[in-house]
């Protein structure tokens, strides 16, 4: 299956975040949310230069940690705490890693997914998921809505009723007590980006 070239599409001067701030406010929200002491392991999918997995092993060192990032220049951004920890691996492809995370975390990444390919996410989140899913799944962009995803980044977003029934298809089931929880908890950080509280969902598998 022929996969959409994205290389092109995504500038590092644009794409790698200096600022922390959101990320901060993200794991608070997710501390929060969770029992973080009874939590093992977090697998970060699409982690960037891996803001959230470093708070997470700040506060909890001697936990399990894993990023998956497709670009090699946000692995090389990334802070020598995680960066060893960062996995470079296009989520387009079968994901033969071998271990389970107790939390994975997949934010802003669905809807840069080849339509025809989301059923390769969405199998390899399954194989990563040991018990929660924290997802979003963006709504706007692509060809349809070029003033907001000028890079045509969006390959295929969707509404919140087809994400949260795409998601259920593979096996997910929204936790909507833990969802209304995290959400809830954001309004707290005026940094948190409002684009992952649209669409955040907490799963269970």
Request: net charge negative; glycine share 6%; charged share 25%.
């Amino acid at each position: 299956m022929t996969k959409i070239a994205i290389d092109d599409r995504y500038d590092p001067k644009e794409e790698i975040r200096h600022n922390e701030s959101p990320y901060i406010g993200y794991f608070r929200c997710l501390d929060h949310t969770f029992d973080l002491s009874m939590i093992d392991s977090l697998c970060d999918v699409g982690c960037a230069t891996g803001g959230l997995i470093k708070n997470f092993k700040i506060k909890y060192p001697d936990k399990t940690i894993c990023g998956i990032e497709y670009f090699n220049w946000q692995k090389e951004a990334a802070d020598p705490l995680v960066k060893d920890s960062i996995i470079l691996h296009d989520i387009r492809d079968k994901l033969s890693h071998g271990v389970r995370y107790d939390i994975v975390n997949c934010t802003e990444v669905g809807e840069h997914i080849d339509e025809d390919l989301c059923p390769i996410l969405m199998d390899n989140l399954r194989s990563l998921c040991k018990k929660y899913l924290i997802m979003t799944w963006s709504h706007g962009g692509g060809k349809a809505d070029p003033s907001h995803d000028p890079h045509q980044q969006h390959l295929n977003p969707l509404p919140y009723s087809e994400y949260v029934r795409l998601v259920g298809n593979y096996g997910f089931v929204k936790n909507d007590v833990l969802t209304n929880k995290f959400i809830d908890e954001t309004a707290r950080y005026p940094d948190f980006y409002s684009w992952w509280r649209d669409s955040l969902v907490v799963w269970n598998v």
